[in-house]
């Protein structure tokens, strides 16, 4: 079992950086793949960026790539996700998921699921 906690959520004006951070609890933090995904208002869940246990391999939606840096360190179990060059559009609130793999642009694999933390980027 491992639960999620993400944080760093806030208001920021366009062309912005924020940086969440999603800590995890239990002892298997390191075997597992992490995820952020976000759902904007009338939105469906879209997946954002995702991590491999090792961190070597990472992912992302286009709309964020070269943007956004998802990053992790398995001994303090937190994962990161830097966002910078923040757009109206990157409005959401932010999920931190863990699971068994990743696959990009899918929730598969996700098994454990944070509660949100909001992202509300202004114009």
């Known amino acids: 079992q491992v639960q999620l906690v993400e944080s760093g959520g806030g208001l920021v004006q366009a062309g912005g950086s924020l940086r969440l951070s999603c800590g995890a609890s239990?002892?298997?933090?390191?075997?597992?793949?992490m995820g952020w995904f976000r759902q904007a208002p009338g939105k469906e869940r879209e997946f954002v960026a995702g991590?491999?246990?090792?961190?070597?391999?990472?992912y992302y939606a286009d709309s964020v790539k070269g943007r956004f840096t998802i990053s992790r360190d398995n001994a303090k179990k937190v994962v990161y996700l830097q966002m910078n060059s923040l757009k109206p559009e990157d409005t959401a609130v932010y999920y931190c998921?863990?699971?068994?793999?990743?696959?990009?642009?899918?929730?598969?694999?996700?098994?454990?699921w944070g509660k949100g933390t909001l992202v509300t980027v202004s114009s």
């Open positions: 991590i491999m246990w090792s961190g070597r391999s990472t």
């Open positions: 239990g002892r298997t933090f390191s075997s597992y793949a």
């Open positions: 998921a863990a699971g068994r793999t990743i696959v990009a642009g899918t929730s598969y694999g996700m098994d454990y």
